[in-house]
């Protein structure tokens, strides 16, 4: 009888398994982070290129007229009172406010409704609405001004800002309209069933569970609708007529003529044109930014 000797394999202590090597701070750097180099050298040039014309500007806005300084001083405001009282900049800065305004408010609220339709409800010319929406955002804004000058004219809305506060929301709304409806779908729907269970219809269920939700998403839009206007030019060109009702972006063309330019007073005004752009990103950045990468993630 022929026996076999069992073999017993011991297992090895896992304390005792040596631990491979751990890399030094400047292995990890070599394969993980590029050299800091690489990172401040692109990012100073742009800077230089970014920051030299503002400093430009406030250059020949801050020194006096017929000054070859590269340092504005003796500083002055001459420029900026030149540009608010002789030029009316008052009057063509109210008339952007309000036309910037009545656009976000417009669009938000059209762009909402037609998002929340997009997102929730099913429908045959679904893909095709979709894509015509797309489609419109490759019609540059110059081939609608025939046919809108044409539809304003018969409704006798030439040389009002109504109808610029039209157009812009017109041409807002495709963008504004897809950010929503992504900005919504991700959004859970059985909130709103759970709403739906507690006695809410569908209108109080999206404005007490829903509509908190989109904050970031209508802030997006809203900045844009309202920054898009703010710097549109040809649309206020073309349908006002009258200074008195004319926009910050027709004012500055104004400055220019073909004899000459003031220099100063385009500076100037270019800045007033600016601040009211800045300050809006400067407060909503954070809420901009979330909001057009959560409503980019599902189309």
């Given at each position: 009888?022929?026996?076999?000797?069992?073999?017993?394999?011991?297992?090895?202590?896992?304390?005792?398994?040596?631990?491979p090597p751990r890399?030094?701070?400047?292995?990890?750097?070599a394969?993980?982070?590029a050299?800091?180099?690489?990172?401040?050298?692109?990012?100073?040039?742009y800077?230089?290129?970014?920051?030299?014309?503002?400093?430009?500007?406030?250059?020949f806005?801050l020194?006096?007229?017929?000054?070859?300084?590269?340092?504005?001083?003796?500083m002055?405001f001459?420029h900026?009172?030149?540009?608010?009282?002789e030029?009316?900049?008052?009057?063509?800065?109210?008339?952007?406010?309000?036309?910037?305004?009545?656009t976000?408010?417009?669009?938000?609220?059209?762009?909402?409704?037609?998002?929340?339709?997009?997102?929730?409800?099913?429908?045959k010319?679904?893909?095709?609405?979709?894509l015509?929406?797309?489609?419109?955002?490759?019609?540059?804004?110059?081939?609608?001004?025939?046919?809108?000058?044409?539809?304003?004219?018969?409704?006798?809305?030439i040389n009002?800002?109504?109808?610029?506060?039209?157009?812009?929301t017109v041409?807002?709304?495709p963008?504004?309209?897809?950010l929503?409806?992504g900005?919504i779908?991700?959004?859970?729907?059985?909130?709103?069933?759970a709403a739906?269970?507690?006695?809410?219809?569908?209108?109080t269920?999206?404005?007490i569970?829903?509509?908190?939700?989109?904050?970031?998403?209508?802030?997006?839009?809203?900045?844009?609708?309202?920054v898009?206007?703010?710097?549109?030019?040809?649309?206020?060109?073309?349908?006002?007529?009258?200074?008195?009702?004319?926009?910050?972006?027709?004012?500055?063309?104004?400055?220019m003529?073909?004899?000459?330019?003031?220099?100063g007073a385009?500076?100037?005004?270019?800045?007033?044109?600016?601040?009211?752009?800045?300050?809006?990103?400067?407060?909503?950045?954070?809420w901009?930014?979330?909001?057009?990468?959560?409503?980019?993630?599902k189309?």
């Amino acid at each position: 009888m022929i026996t076999k000797e069992a073999t017993v394999i011991v297992p090895t202590p896992v304390d005792d398994v040596p631990e491979p090597p751990r890399p030094t701070r400047k292995q990890r750097r070599a394969w993980d982070e590029a050299p800091r180099w690489q990172i401040y050298l692109p990012l100073g040039i742009y800077l230089v290129f970014t920051l030299i014309p503002f400093y430009w500007i406030l250059l020949f806005a801050l020194r006096p007229a017929g000054s070859t300084s590269l340092v504005p001083w003796p500083m002055t405001f001459d420029h900026f009172d030149k540009v608010w009282t002789e030029r009316s900049f008052g009057t063509y800065f109210e008339n952007s406010i309000l036309v910037g305004l009545a656009t976000l408010v417009m669009t938000t609220l059209v762009a909402l409704a037609g998002g929340y339709a997009l997102a929730r409800f099913d429908f045959k010319v679904k893909r095709a609405f979709m894509l015509a929406l797309l489609c419109s955002q490759f019609v540059p804004g110059a081939l609608l001004l025939v046919p809108l000058f044409q539809i304003f004219a018969e409704l006798q809305m030439i040389n009002s800002l109504g109808a610029v506060i039209i157009a812009e929301t017109v041409f807002q709304l495709p963008l504004s309209m897809i950010l929503i409806s992504g900005f919504i779908r991700n959004v859970p729907y059985s909130l709103e069933e759970a709403a739906w269970v507690d006695g809410c219809n569908r209108l109080t269920a999206f404005r007490i569970v829903v509509l908190p939700l989109l904050r970031p998403g209508l802030i997006a839009v809203g900045s844009f609708a309202f920054v898009h206007s703010w710097n549109h030019f040809l649309f206020a060109l073309m349908f006002l007529s009258d200074q008195s009702k004319q926009t910050i972006p027709v004012g500055l063309n104004t400055l220019m003529s073909a004899d000459s330019v003031d220099l100063g007073a385009l500076a100037a005004g270019g800045i007033i044109a600016a601040v009211p752009v800045v300050i809006v990103f400067a407060f909503i950045q954070k809420w901009l930014i979330t909001g057009f990468s959560a409503g980019a993630v599902k189309g």
